[in-house]
C-alpha cells in the first residue's frame, strides 16, 4: 500500500481487499452515504468525502496528519484482510462464497459511543430510517463541523435530556433507551476505558446493563465500537444462516476473527436470499 498526493487530496495505491461500497453498506455504518459514486460522511468530527478507482481511493481535501491520526485508522488499513479471508476457505461453499464476493468489507474503528447509540436506534428499524434519526439526532443536539454537516452529540448533552427533549427526532421507544446510555456513559458507569481490560462476556454483560440493550447490540458494540473481531452480532438474519449452513456450530467455530466472517456471511445472505431456497 503506498499513498501519493493529488492536488489536496490523497490516493492510497493497490489496496487489497478493500471496497467502499461493501463497508459503507454492510449495516456496521450509518453516517455516510453515496453520491454519485462519491460515499460522503463524517467521522470523529471529521467530515470527509471517498471514493475508489479500482484497487485506488481518493480521499478529496485530506491531509497526512488527518490520515496517519484518523482516516488510517477508521479504515483498518494496517490489517492484513486477505490473509484473515483466507482461514475461512474450504469451509464450505456458502462460506466459500461469502469470501469471493464480500472480501472487499474491513470492519471499520468507530467512536464508541457513536456505535452503542447508533445500534440502540437499530432495534426493530431499517437502514434508511436508521440515517435519518441519526442524522435528526447530530443536527439537533451535535456540533457543525462544516457544510451543514454535525457532529455525533456527546453523551453529556443527552444524558440532561427528557423524552420531550428527543421527540423531534422521531426516535420512538429508543428514546428513553438513548437517555440511559447517555447517562450511564457519562457517569462513568459503562464507558471505552472501564471495558477495554474486560472479556468479552464481561463487557456484554455490562453493556445489558443499559435499557434496551440485548445480546446483539451488545455485540455490535463489541465488534464496531470496540474491534472485538471474536464478536459475533446474531440478529433474526444471521440466526436463518447459521441454523441453515452451520447447524451443529456456535460462533467460536469461526475462531478469533469471527466478526469478520459474520460480516461475510450477512452481507452475502442478504445480497442472494435464494440460498435459503436450496
Request: glycine content about 8%; hydrophobic content about 40%; some cysteine.
Amino acid at each position: 500500500m503506498e499513498f501519493k498526493q493529488a492536488g489536496g487530496d490523497i490516493e492510497i495505491c493497490n489496496l487489497k481487499n478493500f471496497d467502499l461500497s461493501q463497508i459503507f453498506d454492510c449495516g456496521q455504518c450509518f453516517r455516510f452515504s453515496n453520491f454519485d459514486g462519491k460515499y460522503r460522511g463524517v467521522a470523529f468530527e471529521k467530515t470527509l468525502t471517498a471514493y475508489q478507482k479500482g484497487t485506488n481511493i481518493i480521499l478529496e481535501n485530506v491531509n497526512f496528519d488527518d490520515l496517519e491520526h484518523i482516516w488510517n485508522n477508521y479504515f483498518d488499513f494496517d490489517i492484513d484482510y486477505g490473509k484473515i479471508a483466507e482461514n475461512f476457505l474450504g469451509i464450505n461453499r456458502v462460506m466459500d462464497a461469502a469470501v469471493k464476493e464480500c472480501c472487499g468489507i474491513r470492519i471499520l474503528r468507530q467512536d464508541f459511543w457513536e456505535v452503542l447509540c447508533s445500534f440502540i436506534i437499530s432495534q426493530n428499524n431499517n437502514i434508511p430510517r436508521i440515517k435519518k434519526i441519526i442524522n435528526a439526532l447530530c443536527m439537533f443536539f451535535g456540533d457543525d463541523v462544516g457544510g451543514g454537516v454535525y457532529s455525533f452529540p456527546k453523551p453529556q448533552i443527552l444524558a440532561s435530556l427528557s423524552e420531550e427533549d428527543l421527540a423531534p427526532i422521531s426516535a420512538g421507544f429508543r428514546a428513553k433507551y438513548i437517555i440511559d446510555a447517555a447517562q450511564k456513559v457519562s457517569l462513568g458507569a459503562v464507558n471505552f476505558e472501564n471495558l477495554e481490560n474486560m472479556s468479552n462476556d464481561e463487557c456484554r454483560d455490562r453493556l445489558m446493563q443499559i435499557k434496551g440493550v440485548g445480546p446483539k447490540v451488545a455485540d455490535c458494540v463489541l465488534l464496531y465500537g470496540m474491534h472485538r473481531l471474536s464478536a459475533f452480532p446474531m440478529d433474526v438474519w444471521m440466526k436463518r444462516v447459521m441454523d441453515k449452513f452451520f447447524p451443529s456450530e456456535k460462533s467460536e467455530f469461526f475462531g478469533a476473527y469471527a466478526g469478520i466472517a459474520q460480516q461475510y456471511l450477512y452481507h452475502y445472505s442478504r445480497n442472494h436470499p435464494e440460498i435459503f431456497e436450496y
